[in-house]
């Protein structure tokens, strides 16, 4: 099926640990961004890809490293998981030239827990 | 600097009744402005955006919003409540490569 999928969609793992979570599209879309929505803050920009092999960092990046080697593919990952990196991760992605302007399309979430 | 300020992080309202829910930007330059709404345990989803022209947006499910420049605003309006909707609505602003969230705000519908 056509779309956006995220995995895992719940994860549980323990300070320290290296932890991966992957998005993947199913649309060729160009652009690919990671979110982590915590109470009380909305959604927070982690990174994002223009293409292939571009990434930059968005408002709050430390503790975080991406890597884009395929269109379709954008997973995030977690070096040394930290309790406050519990929250909710969003991958989404869109199309067009204009990154965050264009309408962005969203998976369903992964729910990361680091005890 | 780019920020969104939702009011009211919680909001009633009664089946039937004019759904209000409030938003407020600053930007430096003219923005680019959105709502989405995340269901439970789902992701977000599009309701409608503004980037350029008509200053009152229509989107899915019956909503609308008025871009106000004057009043830095983009409140999201829908006539009739449903109980379909009730969920987090979500405004957004963008500059660049970034997407700047408000904190949400939780739409409960009573029947």
């Known amino acids: 099926d056509a779309g956006i999928t995220q995995s895992p969609r719940y994860k549980i793992t323990e300070t320290g640990r290296q932890v991966t979570l992957m998005c993947h599209q199913t649309?060729?879309?160009?652009?690919m961004f990671w979110y982590r929505q915590d109470l009380g803050h909305g959604l927070r920009l982690i990174y994002y890809s223009a293409a292939a092999d571009i990434t930059d960092k968005g408002e709050v990046p430390d503790g975080y490293v991406v890597s884009r080697s395929k269109t379709e593919n954008f997973p995030l990952t977690l070096e040394s998981a930290t309790r406050s990196q519990t929250s909710v991760y969003f991958c989404?992605?869109?199309?067009?030239?204009?990154?965050?302007?264009?309408?962005?399309?969203f998976g369903p979430g992964t729910r990361l827990l680091v005890l | 600097a780019q920020s969104v300020t939702q009011l009211g992080s919680h909001v009633s309202v009664s089946e039937g009744a004019l759904v209000l829910l409030r938003c407020n930007y600053s930007s430096s330059v003219p923005p680019y402005l959105f709502w989405y709404v995340q269901y439970p345990n789902q992701g977000l989803q599009l309701l409608l955006k503004?980037?350029?022209?008509?200053?009152l947006v229509k989107g899915i499910n019956g909503f609308e919003a008025e871009f106000k420049k004057s009043e830095t605003s983009f409140h999201l309006t829908k006539p009739s409540a449903h109980m379909s909707d009730a969920a987090e609505y979500f405004c957004a602003v963008s500059r660049a490569n970034n997407l700047f969230f408000g904190t949400g705000t939780r739409l409960t519908v009573i029947p």
């Open positions: 503004y980037t350029t022209g008509a200053t």
């Open positions: 989404a992605s869109s199309d067009g030239t204009s990154g965050a302007k264009e309408t962005q399309y």
């Open positions: 649309w060729s879309h160009s652009y």
